[in-house]
């Protein structure tokens, strides 16, 4: 079975004719199911454009959410409409909300993950987010505040995913996980590097990384297999035997197939 992977598809930069095209170029890859790790669009236009890629593709969509997903909207009222539309549209599978899929001899979860401000130099970056301006929860806090507070998200993705993650490697050897931000320092990749400490804090979730490898090495004969965005750069890194990370590429205004899992 094929499991057809896009991410960062930013589908509001778009028209509607090439997001018309994306969704053909979906279908053209004969798709078992269709996995996008996040950044598909923003807040306000989330689920016209959902409902648009199911409304052409005739395989389910899993997904999870990105930092992107949540402009102009708040984290909250994302969520619950997301997992109302999960509910209500056998089509789409937001996977913090649908919980395992089987696909194939393999079982599919995910959870979204958070830029979590612990790899890297958080304290000393000088980036600056458009995060922290377009997302009700994030704007207007004072530094320390908000870095507290995305340590504080990505601690609660990774408590989301553990006891999911463990449940699936009790019954199944093959796992795949969806997730938006890369979960390790190698997994960072930017222009062919991994990124450098002042992205490394926004562009990981180390907090899901910890999950991810205590289940690896808990689970030696079990294969967990992690899809990723986030950082625009494509790679692949092995982080233990049993445990790869593919980072997928991405370019906004130009939406591509990452790849495609054979289960
Ligand atoms: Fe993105
Ligand atoms: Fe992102």
């Not at 209500?88 to 958070?114: H, N, Y």
């Not at 090495?217 to 965005?229: I, K, N, Q």
Request: with cysteine.
């Amino acid at each position: 079975m094929r499991l057809v992977w896009a991410t960062d598809i930013h589908l509001n930069f778009l028209s509607d004719a090439e997001v018309l095209a994306f969704c053909q170029l979906l279908e053209r890859q004969r798709p078992d199911a269709i996995a996008l790790t996040g950044d598909l669009a923003e807040a306000p236009s989330l689920s016209r454009y959902l409902l648009a890629i199911a409304a052409e593709v005739h395989a389910p969509i899993y997904f999870v959410l990105g930092n992107h997903d949540f402009y102009r909207g708040e984290l909250h009222g994302v969520r619950a409409q997301m997992a109302e539309l999960t509910r209500t549209d056998s089509r789409l599978s937001w996977m913090p909300a649908r919980g395992a899929v089987p696909f194939g001899g393999s079982l599919l979860i995910g959870q979204d993950g958070w830029g979590d401000g612990r790899l890297g130099d958080p304290e000393g970056s000088r980036v600056e987010l458009n995060d922290w301006r377009l997302i009700r929860d994030l704007a207007g806090l004072e530094r320390a505040v908000r870095l507290a507070k995305l340590r504080a998200l990505g601690d609660e993705e990774a408590a989301r995913l553990r006891p999911r993650l463990w449940d699936a490697l009790a019954h199944h050897r093959d796992v795949i996980v969806l997730t938006h931000v890369p979960p390790f320092r190698e997994a960072c990749w930017h222009e062919g590097q991994v990124s450098n400490d002042q992205w490394l804090p926004w562009f990981t979730c180390a907090a899901i990384g910890q999950v991810l490898a205590e289940a690896a090495d808990a689970h030696p004969a079990c294969r967990l297999t992690v899809l990723c965005g986030h950082t625009h750069g494509a790679g692949t890194v092995q982080i233990r035997e049993n445990l790869v990370v593919h980072t997928g590429a991405a370019e906004y205004g130009t939406p591509v197939v990452a790849g495609v899992l054979e289960r």
